[in-house]
């Protein structure tokens, strides 16, 4: 049964990783996706083709999510280009991460800028057209490390805590208008984000989870599904954990 048909997505960081594999598993529930990325034309560019074999409308567009004028700019064009805008799912991010006593200033505002204020920037651009259409499902992608913390990774931490204040706030100001505003938060997901650590470390995270194992995109795609989808109409506000019981 295809849970998302004729409905539009845009997606934040579709290029690769988690973002993809929403794409991905979105257009086969027959939603048309308008994705972004920062800097990978050709992978963008393969994406679009397979998401448009599947049968649905799909573009991709390069989109500094943590500029202000861009994100305007990206719902500008994609309501132009889509139509009617239900979904929208900020899922791009960024770690640049070290102890507190090495991170520098730079680091900090970076990973708060692509991260958090991406999402503010977003949700102000999509807020009148969904305001008007009475109607929509706003996604925010946190982490179990913005629930929880850790060493080493204070801005990112920092950036994903935010995201859940943000998203409660917004689903109470937009609440009795239809537009749900609803988080992810991730466990240990494997993708490139999560290549860059050593096997050793891997190894260890896999046997501490509940499950056994590292998620992979579709787990989150499918929880996203859920949320996107009219299943989940009486849903906002939440923060939903998708980490194989790490938590627990
Ligand atoms: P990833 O593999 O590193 O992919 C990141 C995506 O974001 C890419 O498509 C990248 O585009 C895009 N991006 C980066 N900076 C951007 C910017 N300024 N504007 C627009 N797009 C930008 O990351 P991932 O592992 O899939 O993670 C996706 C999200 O899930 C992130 O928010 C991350 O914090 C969160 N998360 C991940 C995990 C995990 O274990 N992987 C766990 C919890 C939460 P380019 O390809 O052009 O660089």
Known sequence: MKLLEGKN????????????????????????IAFTYASSV???NE???????????????????????????????????????DIVINNAGITKDNLLMRMTEEDFDAVIDVNLKSVFNMTKAVQRTMLKQRSGSIIN????????????????????????GFSKSMALELGSRNIRTNVIAPG??????????????????????PLKRGGTPEDIANACVFLASDLSSYVTGQVIHVNGGMLT
């Open 9 to 32: 997505a845009i997606i934040t960081g579709g290029s690769r990783g988690i973002g993809k594999g929403i794409a991905e598993v979105f257009a086969k529930h027959g939603a048309n």
């Open 141 to 164: 992608m946190s982490s179990v490390v913005g629930v929880k913390g850790n060493a080493g990774q204070s801005n990112y931490a920092a950036s994903k805590a935010g995201i859940i």
């Open 188 to 209: 240990f997901i494997e993708t490139e984000m999560t290549e860059k650590l050593d096997e050793k470390t891997v190894e260890g995270w896999r046997e501490s989870i």
């Open 42 to 44: 050709n992978a963008a």
């Open 47 to 85: 994406l679009e083709k397979e998401l448009t074999s599947l049968g649905v409308k799909a573009k991709g567009y390069k989109s500094n999510a943590a500029n202000y004028e861009e994100a305007q700019e990206l719902i500008k064009n994609v309501a132009e280009e889509f139509g009617a805008i």
